[in-house]
């Protein structure tokens, strides 16, 4: 079983940073995919950046590219997600996940394991 939590969010004004942790209670981490999902209220929960388990490998769409950079140190079992220039529609909780596979992977129905999400909210 795969723990994850994450941590880093919290209130920024437009333009701000802020760098978000998910630490994972599992020996295996680098056999893992990982990536950073959000949901904002009343919306899809949806891929925000993702990353293969050698590191390798990344993804993000094009609302966040150029903004966003994901990383993970496998000797810490964490993953990150950098979020520069943020923005207003960038509010929402945050989501962490897992997937014992190669990845990276861009669906949430892909992953396996999943944080409890961690609040950001970015003022105009």
């Known amino acids: 079983q795969v723990q994850l939590v994450e941590s880093g969010g919290g209130l920024v004004q437009a333009g701000g940073s802020l760098r978000l942790s998910c630490a994972a209670s599992v020996p295996t981490f680098r056999r893992y995919a990982m990536g950073w999902f959000r949901q904002a209220p009343g919306k899809e929960r949806d891929v925000v950046a993702a990353?293969?388990?050698?590191?390798?490998?990344?993804y993000y769409p094009d609302s966040v590219k150029g903004r966003f950079t994901i990383s993970r140190d496998n000797a810490k079992n964490t993953v990150y997600l950098q979020m520069n220039s943020l923005k207003p529609e960038d509010t929402a909780v945050y989501y962490c996940?897992?997937?014992?596979?190669?990845?990276?992977?861009?669906?949430?129905?892909?992953?396996?394991?999943w944080g409890q999400g961690t609040q950001v909210t970015v003022s105009s």
């Open positions: 990353i293969s388990r050698s590191g390798d490998s990344t």
């Open positions: 996940a897992a997937k014992g596979l190669g990845g990276p992977f861009i669906n949430s129905y892909d992953y396996d394991y």
